[in-house]
């Protein structure tokens, strides 16, 4: 079954570094999400993509975030400067159709920041 | 933010028994509902999804009912086995915003053998 993989599984960085976490979507896939969640609370959307920009970001998703996709294949979250409150685990999605559908979540990257 | 609340925390049911979980909205917006479910160190996995047109989507042992007008739905598992055991999430999504899900703070699961 296809899946989205994404890395790294863990990381550790000091705060203030910059922090960027890969994807690979399902491949024939068109739209791509990034979501967090924060050790004890809920899942949070972060950002959508689509046709290569974002089409959708939520007030969590300020100047310190960027995404891309920097070829056919990789889609890449960066947070350039970390924050303590960075530190959640964050997934990647991926979906074929825009509206009422299904999003395919990855397993995850924990980001820790001390 | 409490616009999708899943207000039990935790369940513990006996292996073949019914598995209910709640979940309830506020946003008259969301139009699109779905389950998932999450086992430790992975992502959440689609379970069930229903749409606002409709009261009830089944697909083998889970079942998801939705009531519009108390802004409820609910997952029922059944018969409910070991292999149940973990998170489920709420998820609802408003469609003029794409799938910009909105999720509950998820269920513990624990069935029982």
């Known amino acids: 079954e296809p899946e989205v993989t994404q890395t790294p599984s863990h990381q550790v960085t000091q705060m203030g570094q910059e922090v960027i976490l890969r994807c690979v979507p399902i491949?024939?896939?068109?739209?791509f999400y990034w979501y967090r969640q924060i050790l004890g609370q809920k899942v949070e959307f972060l950002v959508s993509f689509y046709n290569n920009e974002i089409s959708e970001k939520s007030e969590i998703f300020d100047d310190q975030f960027s995404v891309e996709r920097p070829d056919g294949s990789n889609f890449t979250l960066k947070i350039r400067s970390t924050k303590l409150e960075d530190s959640a685990m964050y997934f990647c999605?991926?979906?074929?159709?825009?509206?009422?559908?299904?999003?395919?979540f990855g397993a995850g990257s924990r980001l820790t920041v001390l | 933010d409490q616009q999708v609340k899943q207000n039990s925390p935790s369940l513990s049911v006996q292996e073949g028994r019914i598995s209910i979980l709640n979940c309830d909205y506020t946003?008259?917006?969301?139009?699109?509902f779905l389950w998932y479910k999450k086992y430790p160190a992975e992502g959440p996995t689609f379970l069930i999804s229903?749409?606002?047109?409709?009261d009830k989507n089944e697909d083998g042992r889970f079942t998801v009912f939705l009531n519009k007008s108390a802004k409820h739905l609910s997952l029922h598992i059944v018969p409910s086995q070991p292999g149940d055991s973990a998170v489920y999430f709420c998820a609802a999504n408003p469609l003029e915003y794409g799938n910009k899900l909105v999720f509950g703070a998820g269920t513990i699961l624990r069935v029982k053998s």
């Open positions: 999605a991926s979906s074929d159709s825009g509206g009422a559908n299904v999003l395919t």
């Open positions: 491949s024939n896939h068109l739209y």
């Open positions: 229903i749409s606002s047109i409709k």
């Open positions: 946003n008259s917006m969301f139009d699109y």
